[in-house]
């Protein structure tokens, strides 16, 4: 048994659970202000949910196709669905690739070599021969437990892409293909590499390969939310172009405008930073331009003076009072209001000198008797009747007075600063209200009324055309500064958030690099070890891996070196060299202990190979093959001769193509019968000197019984519960023929010789002890060589039956 592979030293830890709550976590540490830790949290997607498909290990029990490429009647390819390594060769034609092609179909959808092609590419995936339907079939085995599940793929037209897709149980239950594959995990580590896929990955571009790289490592988080955090920045960046770009139309706009309020605006516009609040007053009606210019057209605009019907009225009725109450002045109304007035006074003396009946006047006495006073009471209302047309004529001409006066209203306060000609023409206007006379009242009103009525209407015209002329531009002026208020508005809001999202890419690119770095390494190391393996004797070694760059610039970068000298990777690499690279690059990634998928389907790796790294390949493939199910298809015959040479357990199947694509497969024999073949072809070699025989032939033996006990310890640890993950740990920690015959027969090591002396008799226990001294002591002859062949052939056959 190998010692414990560098691929398990370098084993690679699987992603973390949650990307996202990793960087959530280190964000208090991160340095970066609160608001743009908010904004990260923002931009940072939610943490994805796994999907659906089955956990566990899953292996291959059988590929089956007909009607499919190169197959014609249905054939199946029976595997083992356990770590081990299976070789299918065949001739090119041979029907061998449309096995790999087959599972590949059933589980992905799709083959990697019609990506990227025309339509005629596809054309040839029916097999010409069979026309049958088609169908593409892959018996899968589930979990620690083994399960059973069959994919099948079948068409019911004449496109490639005319198919159904039925998944089942071994309890015949039906199920959903993504409920027992995770096509993301599919995806991700993508156990399939055709031979155009090996070539793709060098002369493809790098890109590509960053990306599967980036996606195996769990950093697409990190890529996504910097991708969002660009193009916020570039919304913002543009926001802020934009307003910038519009500030300095809208000032050339403003600048053609003798509007005061254009004028404060463009004040306002000016500098690196405008005055969005003063715009905002203007905008609102709320400004200083408004009291000076503005103001004063409005003020103008709106001046009043008294209707002129209403003067003209008011002075017609002036004039007719006053010559009404000039009449009756001077007619018997008046003088019956007189007369009045002197019996009142008389009247008022005798009751004041109720003793005395003589007139004060004439000294006439008893004249102001009893009398007298009746007949005066009397006179009096016959005379008032005649006094009240006189009153009324003079209340009447004081009523005119007050209205016209009235009228005549003071010089408005604001007048003489806006408009002193004006004014000065409102004070002779003004000044008639002292005058008290009527006709003199009348006259003067009625000239300064005339005067006042067309001064004051020009000037209310000019002002109120001036003001419609400013505010109608104005209005138009407003609404592009409305507009760009919007728009700087925005902008102001968005310079501080560019510095939020300047510093969340910068710490982004710092937890990339470091994430990178540390998930990197392992894949690294696995990739030189198989790099190693491949090319033992090349002068061009490969050294660390990193990826670097983003969007359109991402790029993986190989550490190149020939002869120790640093060199570019493609360009001193050869085209084996470039394929060895490319499976250094491809098997770490589909090995990767978060992949649930423990097989691993390779077509054709051996082109354009020198004989010394398809031992190599060889090589690469024992190791991985220890902990994965791999299965290799090959037309190259030296794949398999390198195989059993270096004494490689392997299951080897020749894929043959008759007439009408019927295919056969025929199994070579088991890593046991392949053992025990070369041990006996060696010891039947006439030619083979002894001493070499007696180095070699022990050695080869045990390769056969280790294959033997291989098998049978790993059914008696699943006979015994063990899971998968455990059997297979318990054998790789197994270093020793008489450790895995332990692990057989359910003993400890120490006991193991004697266990098998009791169940195969005590010529198996100096079988054992004969092959391991063979292989790690002094060399001691052989003796029988068919015997010795013979004996280990019993034993092996012994321990396969149990």
């Known amino acids: 048994m190998t010692d414990k592979t560098e691929a398990d030293e370098a084993g690679i830890e699987g992603p973390p659970a949650s990307l996202h709550d990793l960087l959530l976590s280190r964000l208090p540490d991160s340095g970066l202000a609160l608001e743009a830790q908010d904004l990260l949290r923002a931009l940072l997607p939610a943490a994805q949910a796994r999907s659906s498909g089955m956990a566990g290990p899953v292996y291959l029990r059988s590929i089956s196709a007909a009607g499919w490429r190169g197959i014609g009647p249905a054939t199946t390819l029976e595997l083992r669905p356990e770590p081990g390594l299976t070789v299918i060769a065949g001739r090119n034609g041979s029907g061998k690739s449309s096995f790999a092609e087959a599972a590949e ?35 899968l085995a589930l979990g620690e437990a083994s399960e059973q599940a069959t994919v099948r793929r079948s068409w019911h037209g004449v496109g490639l892409d005319d198919s159904r897709t039925v998944v089942e149980r071994a309890d015949r239950t039906a199920q959903q293909l993504h409920e027992v594959i995770d096509p ?12 155009s896929e090996l070539g793709a990955m060098i002369n493809g571009p790098l890109s590509a390969l960053h990306d599967a790289l980036s996606q195996i490592l769990g950093l697409e988080q990190l890529s996504e939310t910097d991708n969002k955090a660009r193009a916020l920045a570039k919304g913002l960046t543009d926001t802020v172009a934009a307003a910038t770009e519009l500030t300095g139309t809208v000032a050339d706009e403003l600048s053609a405008l003798e509007d005061p309020r254009a004028i404060e605006a463009a004040a306002a516009l000016v500098g690196r930073h405008p005055d969005l609040d003063r715009v905002r007053t203007l905008l609102q009606g709320h400004t200083l331009a408004d009291d000076d210019g503005l103001a004063r057209l409005r003020r103008l ?3 009043t003076v008294p209707d002129h019907e209403t003067v003209v009225s008011a002075i017609a009725r002036l004039r007719s009072a006053a010559a009404t109450a000039e009449d009756a002045r001077f007619g018997t109304a008046e003088d019956a209001r007189r007369l009045i007035e002197l019996l009142e006074k008389a009247l008022d003396h005798r009751r004041r000198h109720p003793g005395s009946t003589d007139c004060p006047v004439c000294g006439s006495t008893d004249r102001l008797d009893e009398a007298w006073a009746e007949s005066a009471w009397g006179q009096i209302e016959r005379l008032q009747a005649e006094a009240v047309e006189a009153q009324l004529a003079r209340e009447g001409l004081a009523a005119a007075v007050r209205a016209v ?20 023409v409102w004070h002779d206007w003004a000044v008639c209200r002292i005058n008290s006379e009527p006709r003199e009242l009348a006259d003067r009103v009625e000239r300064a009324e005339a005067v006042l009525a067309n001064a004051c209407y020009q ?3 000019d002002a109120t055309k001036l003001l419609a002329d400013q505010d109608g531009r104005w209005q138009v002026m407003a609404g592009r500064l409305s507009e760009w208020l919007r728009v700087a508005e925005a902008a102001e809001t968005a310079l501080p958030r560019i510095k939020q999202v300047k510093a ?10 470091e994430l990178r770095d540390e998930r990197l390494r392992p894949l690294a190391d696995q990739s030189q070890t198989v790099w190693k393996l491949l090319c033992e004797r090349s002068s061009v070694s490969l050294g660390s891996i990193g990826l670097a760059g983003a969007a359109n610039a991402r790029k993986v970068v190989l550490d190149v070196s020939v002869d120790a000298i640093d060199a570019p990777a493609f360009g001193v690499m050869s085209q084996g060299e470039l394929h060895s690279l490319a499976l250094s690059l491809f098997v770490p990634r589909a090995t990767h202990q978060g992949s649930p998928f423990k097989f691993l389907v390779i077509d054709d790796p051996v082109q354009s190979m020198d004989p010394e790294k398809v031992e190599g390949l060889a090589r690469v493939l024992q190791l991985y093959s220890q902990h994965r199910q791999v299965i290799v298809f090959t037309h190259d015959t030296r794949l398999e001769q390198a195989i059993r040479r270096l004494g490689i357990a392997a299951t080897v199947m020749h894929v043959s193509r008759q007439t009408d694509s019927v295919v056969q497969v025929v199994p070579v024999g088991d890593p046991v019968s392949q053992a025990l073949d070369e041990a006996r072809a060696i010891a039947l070699d006439r030619n083979l000197p002894a001493e070499v025989a007696d180095r070699v032939l022990p050695a080869m033996c045990r390769v056969a019984l280790e294959a033997a006990f291989l098998d049978a310890a790993r059914r008696a640890l699943r006979d015994a519960g063990a899971g998968l993950a455990e059997s297979e740990k318990k ?14 027969l359910a003993t400890e090591p120490a006991e193991v010789l004697d266990a098998i002396a009791r169940e195969y008799g005590p010529w198996a226990r100096a079988l054992i002890k004969q092959c391991n001294q063979g292989s790690h002591q002094a060399v001691t002859p052989i003796g029988d060589r068919r015997d010795l062949v013979k004996r280990t052939e019993r034993l092996a056959k012994g321990v396969q039956a149990r």
């Open 105 to 139: 179909m059933a589980l992905t959808g799709d083959n990697f070599r019609w990506q990227g092609r025309t339509q005629i590419w596809k054309q040839g995936w029916r097999n010409l021969h069979d026309h049958s339907a088609s169908e593409v079939c892959v018996e």
């Open 184 to 195: 993301e995990e599919l995806s991700l580590y993508r156990p399939f590499l055709p031979y």
């Open 301 to 303: 605009a709106g001046l």
């Open 405 to 424: 006066q009235d009228l005549v209203q003071p010089v408005p306060d604001h007048l003489p600063t806006d408009e002193p000609e004006l004014a000065a």
């Open 459 to 461: 000037v209310c015209e």
């Open 504 to 513: 969340v890419r910068a710490w982004l690119r710092k937890m990339t690099d």
């Open 731 to 744: 054998i790789s920690e197994t270093h020793t023929l008489t450790g895995l015959a332990a692990l057989a």
